[in-house]
C-alpha cells in the first residue's frame, strides 16, 4: 500500500468528492467506458462530444472529466474559460497514439486535393490539422453531404473509415489506425455465442473491425447501442463494445440480459479499455482536491482545432453545406 493510498483508506470517498463538487462549483463528466462506481456519482454519463457540450452549457467552474484525455482536451476547446481536469492524464487513446500530429501533417500534404474527415478519437494537435471532425453518430450524416467526387483523408480509424466506406460506396484514404478494444473481439468466440443465443441480436460500435460488424444487427455508436438495446424487444442483447456501457443498459432495462461480445479468450476481459480503467474515485477525488491534472490547450491552437468542430456541429445540423469546406 502506498503511502498516498494509505491516507486516503479512512475516507468517504463518495462523500468526499461530493463536497468538492459542490465546493468547486464542479460538473462531473463519465463517458460509457468508466467503471460503474463514477458512472454513479456523475452529473452527466454518455459519449464524449455530448459531455462536453453538456458541461459547456452549465455555469461550472471546474470540468471533471472521467474520460480519456482528447475528451478533457475537446472539453477545454469548447469551454476555455473553465477548469477542466483529467483524473490520470495517462489516460490516453490508442487511436490519438496511432496519429501523431507531424505524421499527420505530413501524410495532408501528400495528398492537398483531399479533405480530412476526422474522427475525434485524435489530439487537438490533429484536430486543428482537419478540416470537419466527426463522431460515430454523425460521421454518416456529414459524409452524405459530401460530392462522391471530393476526395477524402480518413483517420484515424480504419475500421470505422472502412464501414463508411462501404455503406456509402466511397473511397476515403484511411488512415491506418485502430481501437485496441474493438480490435481484441473474436469472430470464432462470437459466433460461439450466436449459437448459444440464437434469438439474441448483435449491436456493434462501428470502430469494430469488419468480421464483427458482418455479425452485427445494428452499427452505432455508445449512445445509438443503448438506444438500440431500449428499443428493440429482444430480451437477450450481445454488445460488441467496451462492456462498461453494459452497466447503463442493465440500469435502464433490469428485464433483460446484456452479454459482452467475447474475445479471443472466449470472454470480454481482454475488451475493456486500459486507458479508461486508469480513472478511479481516488483519482478523482485527488483531482477535484488540488485542480490537477489540468488541461491547458494554447488559444491559437484551440481556435484552429474548433474550426473543425463547429464544421462537423454545422453540417450535422444542416446549417452549412460541403461548399464551405475545402482541400488544403
Not at 477548469?83 to 507531424?102: N, R, W
Not at 466506406?165 to 481484441?184: Q, S, T
Not at 456493434?204 to 428499443?231: M, Q, R, W
Request: proline residues 6%; aromatic residues 6%; negative net charge.
Amino acid at each position: 500500500m502506498t503511502a498516498q493510498t494509505s491516507l486516503l483508506a479512512g475516507l468517504d470517498l463518495r462523500a468526499e468528492i461530493d463536497r468538492l463538487r459542490k465546493e468547486r462549483n464542479a460538473v462531473i463528466l463519465a463517458h460509457y467506458y468508466q467503471r460503474p462506481e463514477i458512472q454513479d456519482l456523475a452529473d452527466y454519463i454518455g459519449d464524449s462530444l455530448e459531455l462536453s457540450r453538456k458541461a459547456a452549457a452549465t455555469d461550472a467552474d471546474v470540468i471533471a472529466f472521467c474520460g480519456v484525455r482528447f475528451m478533457a482536451e475537446t472539453a477545454k476547446i469548447l469551454s476555455p474559460d473553465k477548469t477542466v481536469i483529467l483524473p490520470d492524464m495517462d489516460a490516453g487513446c490508442s487511436l490519438e497514439d496511432s496519429c501523431q500530429p507531424d505524421q499527420f501533417r505530413a501524410f495532408r500534404d501528400a495528398h492537398p486535393d483531399h479533405i480530412a474527415l476526422t474522427y475525434i478519437n485524435c489530439s487537438t494537435e490533429v484536430k486543428a490539422l482537419s478540416d470537419v471532425i466527426v463522431t460515430s453518430s454523425s460521421a454518416e450524416t456529414i459524409l452524405a453531404k459530401i460530392p462522391p467526387e471530393q476526395k477524402i483523408i480518413f483517420g484515424p480509424d480504419r475500421h470505422l473509415g472502412g464501414y463508411l466506406n462501404r455503406k456509402f460506396g466511397r473511397d476515403m484514404l484511411l488512415w491506418p489506425g485502430v481501437c485496441i478494444v474493438h480490435e481484441a473481439f473474436s469472430e470464432t468466440e462470437l459466433l460461439k455465442l450466436k449459437a448459444q443465443y440464437p434469438d439474441a441480436p448483435v449491436a456493434a460500435h462501428p470502430e469494430c473491425p469488419p468480421h464483427i460488424i458482418d455479425h452485427a444487427d445494428y452499427v452505432g455508436s455508445t449512445t445509438g447501442i443503448l438506444n438500440y438495446a431500449k428499443a428493440t424487444p429482444a430480451r437477450t442483447l450481445i454488445v460488441a463494445t467496451e462492456p462498461h456501457i453494459i452497466h447503463q443498459m442493465q440500469l435502464a432495462m433490469p428485464d433483460k440480459l446484456f452479454i459482452g461480445a467475447p474475445g479471443a479468450d472466449g470472454n470480454c476481459n481482454c475488451n475493456i479499455c486500459p486507458y479508461m480503467a486508469l480513472n478511479t474515485l481516488e483519482k478523482l477525488y485527488l483531482a477535484l482536491r488540488d485542480l490537477t491534472p489540468v488541461v491547458h490547450i494554447e488559444e491559437g491552437l484551440r481556435l484552429q482545432a474548433k474550426k473543425s468542430l463547429d464544421a462537423m456541429l454545422a453540417m450535422a445540423s444542416g446549417t452549412v453545406g460541403q461548399g464551405d469546406l475545402g482541400a488544403r
